[in-house]
């Protein structure tokens, strides 16, 4: 069963830093592309950044990019997602998802449940 | 960047009606779009890739259809679990994107 478990969310001050990490289970990890979604509580989905299976592909959403870097460690099976710079516009419940197959479609298979991160003074 | 708008924004049908939702993207996407349901309080989950690619255990009264710039996802009669909210995803050109969302209630 495949499982994405998010943490690191927290509240912090604007200009603030924070660091995501989503470890995954179930699956082959080092095989998929893997993304990061936002969501603002009621509001729609958003997404961040993607990374492929080797990382050697990474795309970012121009509201985060020079600000957010997303990486991988496939011997651990996890992903990160490092949060510089934050402003009170990045406030959303962030989910780690994977790519439905291992071919890199950045479609969405399976989602974590997602970590709420606060910027607020 | 492609935008994708979704139509109507509220669907208020009754158990067992077709539900039929639109996405339209603004420039040609080919078939490289994804429909996802979302549950209060859970994340989202995919239905249909490519466009009329139904996902793993997605039940056979969702069905998705389109190319180009315009997309329909069908419910053939709907199901009280299905009432929801139903985002569809474009993977055409970066950055990916996605629509505002749909919501189907209960009439």
């Known amino acids: 069963e495949v499982q994405l478990l998010e943490s690191g969310g927290g509240l912090v001050q604007p200009g603030g830093s924070l660091r995501l990490s989503c470890e995954a289970s179930g699956f082959i990890f080092s095989n998929y592309a893997m993304s990061w979604v936002r969501q603002v509580p009621g509001k729609g989905l958003e997404w961040v950044s993607s990374?492929?299976?080797?990382?050697?592909?990474?795309d970012y959403a121009d509201s985060v990019k020079g600000r957010i870097t997303i990486s991988r460690d496939n011997s651990k099976n996890t992903l990160y997602l490092q949060m510089n710079s934050l402003r009170v516009e990045d406030t959303a419940v962030y989910h780690c998802?994977?790519?439905?197959?291992?071919?890199?479609?950045?479609?969405?298979?399976?989602w974590g449940q997602g970590t709420l991160v606060t910027v607020s003074s | 960047e492609i935008v994708l708008t979704q139509s109507p924004a509220t669907l208020s049908l009754s158990p067992g009606a077709r539900a039929t939702l639109s996405c339209r993207a603004s420039?040609?996407?080919?078939?490289?779009l994804a429909w996802y349901q979302q549950k209060p309080g859970q994340p989202p989950r995919l239905l249909i890739y490519?466009?009329?690619n139904r996902a793993t255990g997605i039940p056979a009264r969702f069905s998705g259809s389109g190319s180009g710039t315009d997309f329909t996802l069908t419910i053939s009669s709907l199901e009280p679990e299905d009432f929801a909210v139903y985002y569809c995803?474009?993977?055409?050109?970066?950055?990916?994107?996605f629509g505002g969302g749909t919501k189907v209630e209960i009439k």
């Open positions: 995803q474009q993977r055409d050109n970066w950055p990916l994107t």
């Open positions: 998802a994977q790519d439905v197959t291992d071919y890199h479609t950045y479609y969405f298979g399976y």
């Open positions: 490519d466009a009329s």
């Open positions: 990374i492929s299976a080797s990382a050697s592909a990474i």
């Open positions: 420039q040609s996407i080919n078939n490289y």
